[in-house]
């Protein structure tokens, strides 16, 4: 049974940051390709960014150079390092692996 775990949200004023974690069971990160989405209320659910099992990135053209993907294989766990934040990040950020998702994790960003 796969589970993936979000933590990690919360609330932070515009020009701060967060460190979102997955932490995975039931599947390898490593093997599979891996990514974070986030869904705004009253929008669609929007790529952040994503990983290949092969490590290569990419992200979003309204985070590049804010967010920053990452894997640790040790502990089979995703992160998503957030920096400089804007209230347009505001979003329910949701974890992805081979069709898997977690629950989501809430991150509110004031102005």
């Known amino acids: 049974q796969v589970q993936l775990v979000e933590s990690g949200g919360g609330l932070v004023q515009a020009g701060g940051s967060l460190r979102l974690s997955c932490a995975a069971s039931?599947?390898?990160?490593?093997?599979?390709?891996v990514g974070w989405y986030r869904q705004a209320p009253g929008k669609q659910r929007e790529l952040v960014a994503i990983?290949?099992?092969?490590?290569?990135?990419d992200y979003a053209d309204s985070v590049k150079g804010r967010f920053s993907i990452s894997r640790d294989n040790a502990k089979n766990t995703l992160y998503l390092q957030m920096n400089s934040l804007k209230p347009e990040d505001t979003a329910v950020y949701y974890c992805?692996?081979?069709?898997?998702w977690g629950q989501g994790t809430q991150v509110t960003v004031s102005s």
């Open positions: 990983m290949t099992g092969l490590g290569n990135t």
């Open positions: 992805t692996a081979n069709a898997f």
């Open positions: 039931g599947i390898i990160f490593s093997r599979n390709a």
